[in-house]
Each structure stands twice: as structure tokens, then as C-alpha cells.
């Protein structure tokens, strides 16, 4: 049994009581970064062995993974922030399960994706979820298509990269375009900064900024 469990993406307390007892449970828990899924961990009290199961070594541990799976280990696989499986690890191992008839169970809980998108005051009946984009091949390709879309679309980015991002947004989809930055969501300086792509950009270009980064952009009218 494989156990897909979300894990705060700031506040420690946003984790359910059946992530906490099924963490407990499991005879192993896959983390993305031990280091951080320690301090956790170590915060409810939970001593279940860890394992690192990360982008870099997921190809190679997956088969000795579902063979564990197979003799009845029970595994919990978490990433740093969030659900696993939404731009991070977890979609290989997933695969796996299925391909080897491994039960796989995801909680509900944590993600930054909804929350930004729902705070946003952008229409949220319909929208695209796009993730990361590419740092160079492709990333034009995947501008244009994000700038043709009538409906909100939502892109994940890194600090060091938002005002870059936010130019070449306002230069694909205009100026005009309505946006919203999303930044620390749950964590004590949470921001939300609406405003057309030109305001933010020009908000964001050169200014040092940390944390993790939701985009919310409307869509083209």
C-alpha cells in the first residue's frame, strides 16, 4: 500500500489528523528532502524510518520500491511542501503501483494551487494549471499557448526568476492583463499582490524576493 500524504506548504498546522496517523503508521516514509521532512516529523512526534525518494534518484529506486510494495511494506511518499505529485516527485512511483497492481491511496490537503486561484478574485470555474515553466527550450512555445487561453491560468515560480517571468508574461499576453502574485501562502508574511502584468512586473523586476511563488493570470478576453 502506497499512501500519497500532503504536507504543509507553510503553517505546520495545515495537516489533517489522517496524514499525521498514517505517517504514523507506515513502515517507511519517502521524502523528498529528509532534512526538511524531519523538522516535521520531529514537530508531531512521528519516529517512522525515512527514506529519500527525490527527481534525481526516483528512476533508480522505484523497481526496488514496488518490490518492497509487493511483500507488504506499507509506504507514506511526501515531498517538501504540498501534495506530492503536482511538480514535484510522485508521478513514476504512481505509475508504477498501477502498472504492478500496488494500492495507492492520496489524502486530501495541501496545495498551493488552490488556495492562490481561489483568493485571487480571477473567475476559477475553468482554469489551466501549467506549473513550471521550461528555463529556456520550449519556454517561448509555452508563453504563446498560456497567452491564446480564455480562461485563468496558473504558473508556479521561483523567487529569482518572478520579474523575468512577470516581463515576458506582460509581453505575450499584454499589459493590460489582469494577475495576481501569491507569495509565502500560510506562512506569516504571506503576500497577495493583484494588478495588471506591467504593475507587477514593474513591482517585482530587480526587487530580491524569497519564498514560494503562485501566478494567477486571467485569461485573454
Given at each position: ?29 519517502l ?22 525518494h ?12 514496488i ?19 503536482i ?64 480562461c ?70
Amino acid at each position: 500500500m502506497l499512501y500519497l500524504v500532503p504536507t504543509p506548504i507553510g503553517s505546520l498546522e495545515d495537516i489533517t489528523l489522517k496524514a499525521l496517523r498514517v505517517l504514523k503508521e507506515v513502515d517507511l516514509i519517502l521524502a523528498e528532502d529528509t532534512r526538511t521532512s524531519k523538522k516535521l516529523l520531529t514537530h508531531y512526534d512521528i519516529d517512522t524510518p525515512l527514506r529519500s525518494h527525490h527527481a534525481h534518484n526516483e528512476h533508480h529506486t522505484t523497481p526496488q520500491l514496488i518490490s518492497q510494495l509487493q511483500s507488504g511494506t506499507t509506504m507514506a511518499l511526501i515531498s517538501d511542501a504540498g501534495t506530492p505529485g503536482i511538480s514535484d516527485p510522485g508521478f513514476l512511483l504512481v505509475r508504477a503501483c498501477v502498472e504492478a497492481d500496488v494500492q495507492v491511496e492520496c489524502l486530501p490537503g495541501a496545495t498551493a494551487l488552490v488556495p492562490a486561484l481561489v483568493v485571487s478574485g480571477l473567475p476559477c470555474d475553468k482554469f489551466y494549471f501549467e506549473g513550471f515553466l521550461p528555463h529556456k527550450k520550449g519556454r517561448q512555445t509555452r508563453l504563446k499557448y498560456l497567452a491564446e487561453l480564455d480562461c485563468t491560468f496558473a504558473l508556479y515560480e521561483s523567487p529569482h526568476r518572478i520579474g523575468k517571468c512577470l516581463q515576458q508574461l506582460t509581453e505575450h499576453c499584454g499589459a493590460d492583463r489582469p494577475a495576481v502574485v501569491c507569495r509565502e501562502l500560510t506562512k506569516l508574511y504571506e503576500e497577495v499582490r493583484r494588478g495588471t502584468l506591467a504593475d507587477l512586473a514593474t513591482f517585482y523586476t530587480g526587487k530580491k524576493v524569497k519564498g514560494e511563488l503562485v501566478l494567477i493570470i486571467g485569461g485573454k478576453k
